[in-house]
């Protein structure tokens, strides 16, 4: 099993463009994650899925979408990118085990994204 | 409010030595999970341990040990003989056992180096 992995591993943007993220798992995990790493800040959460076709809002949406056609992919969209999007983005998925919703979240190795 | 706490920015220790890095947190929740990550200088997160607030039997894996006291809202992590592949930036985590309760609140991190 590859787990989870995220492309591209690194991108430079010019202010005002756009891009997408996307991250894929291959562990049939039901819910997914996009977090963003910044210095001294530990991850935020940005938006998350429990499962395909469902998204919801986490601690930091604004300037992104989000969207989950497969189980198995979510992706991380900027419309237009500003340069206090520059972060390492991190995706990660987990499941759901029983109803005491126990689940741990298991990362990608993120992608460095710099907007210019 | 949710809030992770990892006073110390940067530790630095000599091979073989003992070092314990803190964690306190804060929730009103009465059940909730912590966590600890490691983030090693090739960027992923690695899940080190889970524990439930109502197991409150320390653990250990190896050179690694957790010691987890919810009369003061700590949950610290102990490495015993460190060795330079235990430098990292690790992170401990937050989140309540809720259904809908998604978000891994994170400490802020702390550098570990391990000095030869």
């Known amino acids: 099993n590859a787990g989870v992995t995220q492309t591209p591993k690194f991108r430079v943007l010019k202010t005002g463009q756009s891009m997408t993220l996307l991250c894929a798992q291959d562990?049939?995990?039901?819910?997914m994650y996009w977090y963003r790493q910044d210095p001294g800040m530990g991850l935020r959460l940005i938006h998350y899925?429990?499962?395909?076709?469902?998204?919801a809002k986490g601690e930091v949406p604004d300037g992104y979408n989000v969207s989950r056609l497969k189980k198995q992919n979510f992706l991380l969209g900027l419309e237009s990118a500003a340069p206090s999007q520059t972060s390492v983005y991190f995706c990660?998925?987990?499941?759901?085990?029983?109803?005491?919703?126990?689940?741990?979240?298991?990362f990608g190795p993120g992608t460095r994204l710099l907007v210019l | 409010a949710q809030k992770v706490t990892q006073a110390q920015t940067e530790i630095s220790v000599v091979e073989k030595e003992d070092v314990t890095l803190d964690c306190v947190y804060e929730?009103?929740?009465?059940?909730?999970?912590l966590f600890w990550y490691k983030q090693p200088p090739s960027g992923e997160l690695v899940f080190l341990i889970r524990?439930?607030?109502?197991?409150?039997q320390n653990e250990i894996s190896g050179r690694y040990s957790w010691n987890f006291q919810k009369s003061t809202s700590s949950f610290n992590f102990t490495i015993t003989a460190s060795q330079v592949v235990d430098s990292a930036v690790y992170f401990c985590?937050?989140?309540?056992?809720?259904?809908?309760?998604?978000?891994?609140?994170f400490g802020q991190g702390t550098r570990l180096t391990i000095n030869p």
């Open positions: 990660a998925s987990s499941e759901i085990l029983g109803q005491t919703y126990q689940e741990t979240q298991y």
């Open positions: 562990m049939n995990h039901e819910y």
């Open positions: 899925s429990v499962g395909e076709g469902t998204t």
């Open positions: 929730t009103r929740d009465t059940t909730y999970y």
């Open positions: 524990r439930n607030s109502f197991d409150e």
């Open positions: 985590a937050l989140r309540p056992i809720i259904q809908g309760a998604q978000k891994l609140v």
